[in-house]
């Protein structure tokens, strides 16, 4: 079996997460690697929308996943037998990263050799959006299970976000999920906001997904 | 169109939640009045599930809500027009509500008259878990789709729960989600939750629910 720590991670003691986050996105730029933080509600997809990012993407970039949990190894088990990098961080009941704590999950990782490192936040579409971690671009998962109203109940989310991957487009048939009212909720918080429909567990919608990511990755390493 | 209040709830001031929750539990049991404290991820089904059981139970028992939500009205609007008592909190970005925060709502609310108060909380599997709100019981939405390990990852939340919904067993077979694993695992948190799988949406396995919930508000009350 794939070898991975744990790491138990310590409240950050910096009063100024905004300065810190940006201090730490300087660092990555300098060291040309790409810090993507991945956020959702539990349930949404985040650790099997990696391991395929993972499979399909590991021959062209290195990449290194940081898991933040509670508690549990679940995810970084699954995302380590794929045999990239990963690391499981501990939060001890924290509902969210800031920055001196992915900087802390980062140092547990080891950024040498690295073109993308993956942070997938504690399962939460509230807290996790109000602390900047450092990274150089946000992704959101939306479920189709969740519903299309999502972006109207957890603003601050979809506002923060660059991209959001609505998930298990598979199962859209058996709920009452409306794309393009999502679609037009998300932009109502974020006119910018590249809006993907996916389907992690089949790969549908997938490759849109890659080359956002893969562009995203090599512009901000040129 | 039915009508309803919409409240701008503030951060509480005091410093000893559980002190808080104790006393309005107190107050509670004095005026004959049961408080539920709802809580769950994002797009479980909360709203659903208070839909239906309110046209079940409205009749047997007087019944209001608060609809908690960092913002929008969609929930208390829903609600409202089903004919029951309903205030929509708006919490302010906050993540969770509190003893104080609960103790505005149900002012704003209005006590008299209701033999069940219910709060809706905000969809959050981590810290709405981490503040008693003076309920006299809690309950979790766990939904199909989110997967049958949450309560390894959400340990608290299950943890603090008297009874866990498992809600949309409607889709379980376009899902890979093992009944029998989710109730061992909500049962390695908490022996004594009671684990009820429903759909709120065809009605299927409420009646479990219903019965439940009239039984601890009769015993409240007694």
């Avoid at 499981?88 to 073109?115: I, P």
């Avoid at 959101?140 to 972006?151: C, F, N, Q, R, Y």
Wanted: charged fraction near 25%; charge should be negative; include cysteine.
């Amino acid at each position: 079996m794939a070898e991975f720590k744990t790491l138990e991670i310590r409240q950050s003691v910096f009063q100024h997460n905004d300065r810190e986050a940006a201090l730490l996105r300087a660092e990555l730029k300098e060291k040309k690697v790409f810090l993507l933080n991945l956020m959702s509600s539990p349930g949404s997809g985040k650790t099997t929308t990696l391991a395929r990012t993972i499979g399909a993407l590991k021959e062209q970039l290195r990449i290194g996943v940081m898991e933040a949990d509670i508690d549990s190894d679940v995810d970084a088990r699954t995302i380590s037998a794929l045999g990239v990098r990963a690391i499981q961080l501990h939060t001890g009941g924290m509902c969210h990263l800031d920055a001196g704590m992915t900087r802390q999950g980062l140092q547990g990782l080891g950024l040498d050799g690295l073109d993308l490192a993956i942070l997938e936040n504690v399962g939460n579409l509230v807290c996790p959006a109000e602390f900047d971690t450092g990274a150089v671009k946000n992704a959101a998962i939306l479920s189709v299970p969740e519903g299309h109203d999502k972006p109207l109940k957890y603003p601050l989310m979809f506002q923060v976000c660059d991209v959001v991957l609505v998930n298990k487009i598979d199962v859209a048939p058996y709920f009452d999920f409306d794309l393009e009212k999502c679609r037009e909720y998300v932009h109502l918080r974020n006119p910018r906001a590249k809006v993907i429909p996916i389907c992690a567990k089949t790969g549908e919608g997938m490759d849109e997904w890659y080359t956002w990511l893969q562009g995203e990755v090599r512009a901000w390493q040129a």
